[in-house]
């Protein structure tokens, strides 16, 4: 039994700047081919109850939301913060 591991890849290495286009890349170290993959932008405001869930910001208008590559074709302040990938299958 092989346990695959998710990695996420920015395509700008270092500060993004706003209005750049940027692609997070979701890699598994073991694929198999038929994965689903699905992101979500982490609410990053600071609560007091440390088992708060994380909310998801709505992702309309960002491509390829349910794929290994999330574009974001223009980076604004709203796109600050924790992008996690979970992949299914």
């Not at 979500?40 to 998801?56: I, W």
């Not at 960002?62 to 990938?85: A, F, M, N, Y």
Request: aromatic fraction near 8%; glycine fraction near 8%; charge should be positive.
């Amino acid at each position: 039994i092989f346990f695959s591991f998710a990695a996420v890849t920015p395509s700008i290495q270092g500060p993004v700047s706003e209005g750049s286009r940027l692609l997070l890349i979701c890699s598994l170290t073991h694929p198999r081919g038929h994965e689903r993959f699905q992101w979500k932008h982490l609410d990053s405001a600071p609560t007091n109850s440390k088992l708060a869930v994380t909310t998801s910001r709505n992702l309309e208008g960002h491509r390829s939301q349910t794929g290994p590559t999330l574009e974001i074709p223009r980076v604004s302040q709203k796109d600050t913060g924790t992008w996690e990938c979970s992949v299914y299958g």
